[in-house]
């Protein structure tokens, strides 16, 4: 089973930038669908930015902040996050799925994000 791994998180004051990138250790098929998700203390985990097909997706929180690059040849994908709020404060994870439907069969351990004000 292929392993995804996020690295890129840390401490930053609002309104700086962050860029997550995540990447396989092993695998021998390609992710046709890559996805940013997120959870903060207490809430659920939910969909930041998704990447597929060429076709890019945001939640509403994040469009015009942040942006998603995703590159299945190499099986990675980025989260380049600008203008961050304490509100973009959580762990993120990195997700890939080899078809386009939405679900994600493969996912990272997660990487924090902290947005001090």
């Known amino acids: 089973q292929a392993l995804l791994v996020e690295s890129g998180g840390g401490l930053v004051q609002a309104g700086g930038s962050l860029r997550l990138s995540c990447a396989t250790s092993?695998?021998?098929?390609?992710?046709?669908?890559m996805a940013w998700y997120r959870q903060a203390p207490g809430k659920q985990r939910e969909l930041v930015a998704a990447?597929?097909?060429?076709?890019?997706d945001y939640s509403d929180s994040v469009k015009g902040r942040f942006t998603i690059s995703g590159d299945n040849t190499k099986n990675t994908v980025d989260l380049q996050m600008n203008s961050l709020k304490p509100e973009d404060t959580a762990v993120y994870f990195c997700?890939?799925?080899?078809?386009?439907?939405?679900?994600?069969?493969?996912w990272g351990q997660g990487i924090q994000v902290t947005v001090s004000s």
């Open positions: 990447v597929s097909g060429g076709r890019t």
């Open positions: 997700a890939a799925d080899r078809r386009i439907s939405g679900q994600y069969t493969y």
């Open positions: 092993r695998t021998f098929f390609t992710f046709n669908a």
